[in-house]
């Protein structure tokens, strides 16, 4: 069950390159889907990554620091709460049977789903925090790499002058 928060983290990234719009279906599946997305507060989780994604940002290139409600403004923007909850509901109907999704809705209503709930953000923040960390130490090695490739497709995009006989 805890694969579902992954599921739906990666589905965030997924929106953040597409804007998905689905015709209004009224089938079961998409009815309990989204049932689930209410009982699992995704608008919520929502603001949650937006937030989170805002801070990384600006850990990653401090001068946006000034601009955070310029920034927030732009996710916001970029992961329209309805379209997203649009594309989740419809990527969970067409994934998972209508029992499955049930099922789902059972687990996340019993104590042990409830307390996934509530503590999945934090979760979900010191993970990205270790991810961070890990990458900070290997930054170096990172910024290396980039600079090879970029004087790869340097001398790659450089004319070739004609050799003299």
Do not use: R, W
């Not at 603001?47 to 409600?69: C, G, W």
């Not at 996710?75 to 329209?80: K, Q």
């Not at 990458?135 to 050799?163: G, V």
């Amino acid at each position: 069950m805890f694969k579902l928060k992954s599921f739906v983290l990666s589905g965030l990234f997924l929106c953040l390159f597409s804007s998905a719009m689905f015709a209004e279906d009224n089938s079961p599946s998409l009815e309990k889907s989204q049932e689930l997305i209410t009982l699992v507060k995704m608008d919520q989780m929502l603001d949650q990554q937006i937030e989170v994604a805002v801070q990384q940002l600006i850990i990653q290139v401090p001068e946006f620091s000034n601009h955070k409600e310029e920034i927030n403004v732009i996710f916001e923007d970029m992961l329209n709460k309805k379209e997203f909850t649009q594309f989740v509901t419809k990527l969970l109907a067409d994934n998972f049977t209508e029992s499955e999704i049930q099922e789902m809705i059972k687990f996340y209503q019993s104590p042990t789903g409830q307390k996934a709930l509530s503590k999945m953000p934090l979760i979900t923040q010191e993970t990205m925090i270790y991810m961070q960390q890990k990458m900070s130490k290997n930054k170096d090695k990172l910024e290396a790499l980039f600079k090879k490739i970029d004087a790869e497709q340097k001398q790659k995009n450089q004319p070739q002058t004609p050799t003299k006989k």
